[in-house]
Structure formats: structure tokens, C-alpha cells
């Protein structure tokens, strides 16, 4: 029982490189979730999706691009990374939008 | 706008004591929900508890309960008997009413460090 996992673990990049972050869950979770956490900030929601093919912004939202052509996988994408991007990004799934959310192991992100 | 507030930074207990964490909302929803999670060192996210706005009862589950004030908009944690691996940063969470356009969303609090003490 896999559960909710995320790939990376570990990245660094540079300013203006493309990445994209992986994440995949075996429950069939309609709903998925992208959060980064930052110190003095708590977890920010950074887009959500309510089922395959439908996403939607969260807090925020800039500098980052979703998709979610399957159930199971919604990738989290900076196009241009930059340094204020350097963050723990957490996904996380939840079977309905009222259940409580499901979090993978987290992916630290750090941009030079 | 909907906030979470919880106003301690970090707290100490004694092992096998009970700890209180704080946590104040602030939404005009007539239905919400409440969530409670646990980050520990390693730094995953586990679920611990959750309140309905509706509900009637405190949530409860095992040594963890929710002590819910409506009219204070409050659901502090209760943590019982506690363990050394009770250790961790603790986030309160609040979930807007399902049936809007944010539903499913969760606002974090920015948490609460507890070290329990041998």
C-alpha cells in the first residue's frame, strides 16, 4: 500500500531552470492538493485539482503551472525556477472534498 | 477573511502529562471544518483529528481530543499522557464550507512546536 508518494525528494536547481516535482497515490483520491512551507509561513495551498482535468489556483498560484491528465498523478511544474521558490512542497490527497487530506513525504526544493 | 491563529510558538511538557495547543479561527462559513496534524523531525504530515463545525461532540481519537468553542471560535488540541514522540511541530487547519468554490481548501496556522520533557 503505497499510499501518497513524491519525486523527487531532494532537488536543487538554478534560477531559470525548468522543474517539475512528481507526485502519485493509489487511493483513487478524487481531490489533490500542492502545498510549499516556508518558514514563518505555514503550508500555502499553491494549486488544487477536484478530479482529472480540473485544476485551480490556490494562494499562491505564480510561477507555478498543474496538470492532471490521470487520477492518480498531478505534477507540479516551475517553469522559470527562482530563489524565492527554494521551499518544502508537500502534495496531498483527500477521497473527498470534505475528508481530511493525505500527505506525501515532501520534496525539498532549494534554487541557487 | 478566513484566518487560523495559533499563538504558541513552542511549549513544554513533562512526559505523561496532558498539554493543551492553541488554535482561534476566524470565518463567517456557517460550515467549516477543523483539522489537526502532526509534523514530526522527519518532516511528514500526519492527519490527527478533525471537527465539523456542526458537530455536536468534541472530536476524539485515542490520546488526542478537540475541545471545540464555537462562540470563541477555538479548537484547541488536547494531547493526554503525553509521550516522548510526541515531540513535534503541531499545525491547526481549517477547511472552508464544501458546496463553494473553495471547497476542500485548507488554510494553515503557522503551528506550534511541543518538546515533551523525560
Known amino acids: 500500500d503505497a499510499g501518497i508518494t513524491q519525486s523527487p525528494r531532494y532537488k536543487i536547481t538554478e534560477t531559470g531552470r525548468q522543474v517539475t516535482l512528481m507526485c502519485h497515490q493509489t487511493?483513487?483520491?478524487?481531490?489533490m492538493f500542492w502545498y510549499r512551507q516556508d518558514l514563518g509561513h505555514g503550508l500555502r495551498l499553491i494549486y488544487y485539482?477536484?478530479?482529472?482535468?480540473?485544476?485551480d489556483k490556490g494562494e499562491v498560484p505564480d510561477g507555478y503551472v498543474v496538470s492532471r491528465s490521470k487520477t492518480e498523478n498531478f505534477p507540479l511544474t516551475l517553469e522559470s525556477a527562482t530563489r524565492s521558490q527554494t521551499s518544502v512542497y508537500f502534495c496531498a490527497s483527500s477521497k473527498r472534498e470534505y475528508n481530511e487530506q493525505f500527505f506525501g513525504p515532501g520534496t525539498r526544493l532549494t534554487v541557487l | 477573511a478566513q484566518k487560523i491563529t495559533q499563538t504558541q510558538p513552542g511549549m513544554f511538557v513533562q512526559e505523561k502529562e496532558a498539554v493543551t495547543l492553541d488554535c482561534t479561527y476566524d470565518?463567517?462559513?456557517?460550515?467549516?471544518?477543523l483539522f489537526w496534524y502532526k509534523q514530526p523531525s522527519s518532516g511528514e504530515m500526519i492527519f490527527l483529528i478533525y471537527?465539523?463545525?456542526?458537530?455536536?461532540q468534541n472530536a476524539t481519537e485515542g490520546r488526542y481530543s478537540l475541545n471545540f468553542q464555537k462562540a470563541r471560535k477555538s479548537a484547541n488540541l488536547v494531547i493526554s499522557a503525553s509521550q516522548l514522540g510526541d515531540s513535534a511541530m503541531y499545525f491547526c487547519a481549517m477547511r472552508r464550507s464544501y458546496g463553494s468554490s473553495n471547497t476542500g481548501k485548507l488554510i494553515f496556522g503557522q503551528g506550534t512546536t511541543l518538546q515533551v520533557k523525560p
Open positions: 487511493w483513487s483520491h478524487s481531490y
Open positions: 470565518t463567517s462559513d456557517p460550515s467549516y471544518g
Open positions: 471537527q465539523g463545525s456542526y458537530d455536536q
Open positions: 485539482s477536484a478530479a482529472a482535468d480540473i485544476t
